[in-house]
Nanobody, 120 residues
Framework: VQLQACGGGLVQAGGSLRLSCAAS?????MGWFRRAPGKDREFVAA????????YYADSVKGRFTISRDNAENTVYLQMISLSPEDTAVYYC?????????????????WGQGTQVTVSS
């Protein structure tokens, strides 16, 4: 499975961005992770593609929304009320299983990452 993520960029604090991740074929679960400078990669949001079940990290709950377009094998991450603490490279991930996966080692496939920079 190949994943193509896009939509990152530079935005001011309080602004919004929408990330997209297109998979080359249908998968069971997809998710978003991020790695901030000097920090470990962390979970952001995940979705079970069959029924759009979703789960969020506490740090983004209420600000980020994960959604899907099954016809396009695509998952989105709508981000609002961005703060400089959200600055990171965002990665999408996918796996065949039909669960909501929240840890890196549960995913077999990874996209190339897209940079999100939030200025203060």
């Amino acid at each position: 499975v190949q994943l193509q993520a896009c939509g990152g960029g530079l935005v001011q604090a309080g602004g919004s961005l929408r990330l997209s991740c297109a998979a080359s074929e249908r998968t069971g679960g997809m998710g978003w992770f991020r790695r901030a400078p000097g920090k470990d990669r962390e979970f952001v949001a995940a979705m079970r593609m069959a029924d759009a079940g979703k789960y969020y990290a506490d740090s983004v709950k209420g600000r980020f929304t994960i959604s899907r377009d099954n016809a396009e094998n695509t998952v989105y991450l709508q981000m609002i009320s961005l703060s400089p603490e959200d600055t990171a490279v965002y990665y999408c991930a996918a796996d065949w299983g039909g669960s909501i996966y929240t840890t890196s080692d549960e995913y077999s496939y990874w996209g190339q990452g897209t940079q999100v920079t939030v200025s203060s």
